[in-house]
């Protein structure tokens, strides 16, 4: 049988995280009793020795031409195992989806569990039928498990511990299988879990929601050590397999204890240093290019303890590692040695980060790029010399444009966090570029913009988005002013640019209005909102208007549109409620607002496009109880009401309602037909955690990812003009609402959104959406629509506290 002529031999592939990644191609070892069949096996192993010396391209070469041999012979397993070779290639080369479809058609499975269109965990029958046809043959083991590993480098990891834990499982049928490769794959998918987890608990707000992560951030990372411990404590187990254990455990160990404050890991984390110290020949059994990323992980683990004589080690097993790599003549792996060593060794760290960088661009590798334009811009902050860390700062920002599409899609192990290792890299250049005498403010506006942008794609584990920025559009009929409310930790800095592109500036100390923002967003999140005195929050927004508004009011037009792009916490605050002393912002302008002054090419709504779906639910249905549901929901009587009236402003509708809006039949029609409105009169929730922000249908909520590819254009069609999202609230403690709203618009694919940051009355939520459908059926913009509207329940002596007609805004398009 053939199936006999197949082992497994084990490949690490360096990443840029310096952890070590296990994939296996399978080697043909026996006779050959043909010409044809011994060139195959010529070319699996030449693919092999080609990508243990870095040619990842030209092992897909070999391992494609050993495919096509297999195919004139017929060779089923061949076959197979060749294409899981093209796979690991593929991986090497960062292009997992690819490698997901090969495998896919190696394995003869459902190309479905590939997608990441919708980025939805696949649901278990699906993932179960996965297996049923599968045999558990060692090449097929050998399969599944690399499947485990592409799922991980997907971003979809709940498959990908399924999918392991099922290899193993099966891994029972089949004698003398060694398991210890999948069971270190599972512990890696476990610490994607904890790294993913991590991510979000720095990301999310909300008090009750921040101790449920952390407690599984806990859970995922002793999952993941016991398994690692498990496979350093197995006999027989081979040295990559073993060492990869370590250095993985010893990384996570350092990481968590730091993060939890928890040093009852000291002694795991001791032992496994002694254990890898002590045996040097670890790093030797593997090949040279495997043994330079395994030296140099854990040079920066040791890097990451106190201890002199642990530095001083480090130091030498870079050291060996640069040795080795400039033998090899690799630049890549010469580049993270010489940057390795450059944090090491602070005296010379401006040498090796400039060696290291001038490599990396040598090779046009941005991604090992940014992390030395990002060294050398902090090591020059750190020393003062804030032109060149200006430059190398400007040069990171500029570089992370261009490479976060592929990081962002083709493997999550490559990807870097944004909240710590992003984030702080703009902040510091918009820091350093505002504290220049003569700041170039339009520099600081579109880094600002790209930051903005940066965070949103990151919310939405996206590519980029198709926006422009509002200062590029040209002809606009009355062009908004644009405020810039930019969050730099010790101050608040306000920049305004008028319609005629003039640039103004502002800056407030933050201790005298960061208090005054957290206890404004405390008040108009409180439950009791409506019964809590108009003069209390009159305070706030007055307060609020003199340190914001009242030091750049001088360059404001009279009327007109105010476009306000918001940093962190002031998301959440409508700025149509600030108030300078005797009127609200709104009674003067229309306000929207914007991702970083990036929107959708704006347009205004023809008459011909009043074509609307209407989907709501007005009683308690099966989606209230459901986990990511806010809590305490009661039913919504008045959207009968409302969705009639839409119904009634509108030239042809779809209405969905109650057991009608049905996640299936609310995707059905949004596919089905091209509507310029689509109303959603429902309860729903935004948060800064994407998996939290929902809309309920009546069979289960709706999550935000999935609305990528269910409003999203089809077929070339226009984008949805207007998105109206009524009934929704910020989740409670959230200060970054507007997030939520603009991934829901970005997934839609929509124009303009208008959105409720509360739950607002729903008599008076009816009467605003039916004033504002008769305003944009009198040829009003959006914008405007929504402020007459608004300005309507003001007038009304029933309406005009705050709680009725505040909460709306506008995202997008204000025409």
Same mark, same amino acid.
């Given at each position: ?25 399978? &080697? ?129 990891? $709940? ?29 890696? +998918? ?21 101790? +449920? ?11 993941? +050590? ?50 890898? $110290? ?133 493997? &999550? ?84 640019? $008028? ?72 998301? $959440? ?150 998105? &109206? ?43 605003? &959406? ?46």
């Amino acid at each position: 049988m053939i199936k006999n002529r197949y082992l497994r031999k084990y490949l690490l592939i360096g990443i840029t995280s310096f952890l070590i990644v296990i994939s296996q191609p399978f &080697v043909l070892l026996a006779q050959a009793n043909n010409n044809q069949l011994q060139q195959a096996e010529l070319l699996i192993q030449r693919g092999q020795e080609q990508l243990n010396q870095g040619q990842a391209s030209e092992a897909l070469q070999s391992w494609q031409q050993a495919t096509q041999i297999y195919r004139q012979l017929k060779d089923d397993e061949g076959i197979t195992g060749s294409l899981i070779n093209q796979s690991v290639a593929l991986q090497s080369l960062g292009l997992s989806p690819r490698a997901c479809n090969i495998l896919v058609e190696a394995l003869k499975l459902n190309s479905a569990i590939c997608d990441t269109s919708s980025r939805q965990a696949t649901e278990e029958p699906q993932l179960l039928a996965i297996f049923e046809k599968q045999t558990p043959s060692s090449v097929n083991l050998l399969g599944l498990q690399n499947l485990g590993n592409i799922l991980r480098r997907l971003g979809k990891l $709940s498959e990908s511990e399924k999918v392991l834990q099922t290899t193993l499982l099966l891994s029972k049928q089949t004698s003398n299988f060694d398991n210890s490769s999948v069971l270190l794959s599972l512990g890696n +998918t476990k610490s994607a879990f904890y790294k993913q987890l991590k991510d979000k608990y720095v990301q999310i707000e909300e008090p009750a929601f921040q101790k +449920t992560i952390f407690n599984v951030i806990e859970q995922k990372a002793l999952e993941a +050590t016991d398994i690692y411990q498990q496979i350093i404590h197995t006999e027989h187990t081979s040295t990559s397999v073993k060492l990869q254990s370590l250095l993985q455990n010893l990384n996570l160990l350092l990481d968590f204890s730091k993060r939890s404050n928890n040093n009852q890991y000291e002694n795991q984390i001791k032992a496994i240093v002694s254990i890898l $110290s002590n045996n040097p020949s670890f790093f030797d059994k593997i090949s040279a290019s495997e043994s330079i990323y395994a030296r140099l992980n854990f040079a920066n683990s040791l890097n990451k303890i106190p201890d002199k004589n642990l530095h001083l080690l480090a130091i030498k097993y870079a050291s060996n590692a640069l040795k080795t790599a400039n033998y090899l003549k690799n630049k890549r792996l010469i580049s993270y040695s010489l940057g390795t060593l450059g944090k090491l060794k602070p005296e010379q760290a401006e040498t090796y980060f400039l060696q290291a960088l001038s490599l990396a661009q040598s090779i046009q590798d941005g991604n090992i790029a940014y992390q030395w334009q990002q060294q050398l811009g902090n090591l020059y902050k750190q020393q003062g010399d804030y032109s060149k860390a200006i430059k190398y700062y400007g040069a990171a920002v500029e570089n992370w444009s261009n490479i976060r599409d592929n990081l962002l899609l083709s493997n &999550v192990d490559l990807q870097f966090s944004f909240y710590e290792n992003i984030e702080p890299v703009y902040r510091d250049y918009l820091w350093l570029l505002l504290a220049s005498p003569n700041p170039n403010l339009k520099t600081v506006v579109q880094t600002y913009e790209k930051l903005q942008l940066a965070e949103l794609e990151n919310y939405l584990g996206c590519g980029k988005l198709d926006f422009i920025s509002v200062s590029n559009l040209k002809n606009l009929p009355n062009k908004p002013a644009i405020i810039n409310i930019i969050d730099l930790g010790d101050h608040i800095e306000v920049i305004m640019q $008028s319609s005629d592109d003039s640039l103004h500036r502002h800056s407030v100390d933050s201790k005298t209005i960061r208090n005054d923002v957290q206890s404004f967003l405390e008040s108009l999140q409180a439950q009791n909102l409506a019964a809590t005195k108009e003069p209390a929050i009159l305070s706030y927004s007055q307060t609020l208007y003199q340190q914001l508004i009242a030091p750049i009011k001088k360059y404001l037009p009279s009327s007109g549109t105010l476009l306000f792009t918001l940093d962190k916490s002031f998301q $959440s605050i409508p700025m149509g409620l600030l108030h300078d002393g005797k009127d609200y912002l709104i009674q003067h302008y229309s306000i929207a607002t914007t991702p970083g002054s990036q929107i959708r090419p704006p347009r205004p709504l023809t008459q011909e496009q009043f074509k609307a779906l209407i989907a709501g639910l007005s009683k308690t249905s099966p989606s209230f109880n459901a986990p990511n549901a806010p809590q305490d929901l009661k039913p919504l009587p008045e959207v009968v009401k409302e969705a009639f009236d839409v119904k009634q402003q509108t030239r042809e509708s779809t209405n969905l309602l109650n057991e009608d809006f049905t996640s299936f039949r609310f995707r059905q029609e949004l596919k089905a037909a091209k509507f310029p409105i689509v109303h959603v009169t429902t309860h729903g929730q935004f948060s800064s955690d994407p998996e939290r922000t929902v809309l309920l249908a009546w069979d289960r909520p709706i999550n935000i990812r999935e609305f990528d590819g269910w409003l999203k254009v089809q077929n070339n069609q226009d984008p949805i003009e207007l998105l &109206v999202l009524s009934a929704c609230q910020t989740a409670k403690g959230n200060k970054r609402s507007t997030l939520g709203i603009a991934g829901v618009a970005a997934q839609a694919g929509a124009r303009t959104t208008v959105a409720s940051l509360w739950l607002v009355d729903a008599e008076s939520t009816s009467m605003l &959406v039916e004033e504002f459908y008769k305003g944009l059926n009198n040829n009003l913009t959006k914008a405007e629509a929504l402020r007459q509207a608004q300005l309507s329940l003001l007038s009304n002596p029933q309406y005009q506290h705050p709680y009725y007609w505040a909460g709306f805004i506008l995202v997008g398009s204000w025409l």
